[in-house]
């Protein structure tokens, strides 16, 4: 993610993740790439063919959509109203990758209803 991330500066990058998730935990096993059609610094829409191919891909694996992460070129690593106005999936989890001091930062966001909630991020080798 990070690398697409920074490949895609100065448009906002995005993509699905897949995985399985269980009691409130998500576990990614898959990330897929998609294609910000509007080619925005500060907005995203996947490309619908591509995000259909991604849901495919991800049901052949037998894995569910956990997440949907894009990034902010120029930050910060939060929701912005756009996000939760177009938060239409409030049973995944959303990551926003964004520029820090010295590397790229990642955030993890519940977004239901309008209401943000941040959880928590783990990765495990």
């Known amino acids: 993610m990070r690398e697409q ?11 699905l993740l897949g ?3 269980q009691a409130g935990k998500f576990r990614v096993e898959r990330v897929i790439s998609v294609a910000n059609v509007l080619h925005s610094p500060v ?7 591509e ?7 991800l049901d052949s694996r037998g894995l569910n959509l956990v997440g949907i992460y894009h990034s902010h070129p120029s930050g910060p690593p939060t929701p912005s109203p756009t996000d939760i106005a ?17 590397a ?10 309008g209401r ?6 783990v990765i495990i080798p």
């Open 86 to 102: 177009e938060a239409y999936y409030p049973e995944v989890v959303y990551l926003i990758l964004a520029p820090a001091e010295e």
């Open 43 to 49: 907005r995203f829409r996947m490309d619908p063919q």
């Open 19 to 21: 995985g399985h998730s």
């Open 104 to 113: 790229w930062g990642c955030q993890a966001f519940r977004i239901q209803a």
């Open 51 to 57: 995000q259909l191919q991604a849901f495919d891909d």
């Open 116 to 121: 943000v909630i941040r959880v928590n991020l």
């Open 5 to 15: 991330a920074i490949q895609m500066i100065p448009e906002e990058a995005c993509g």
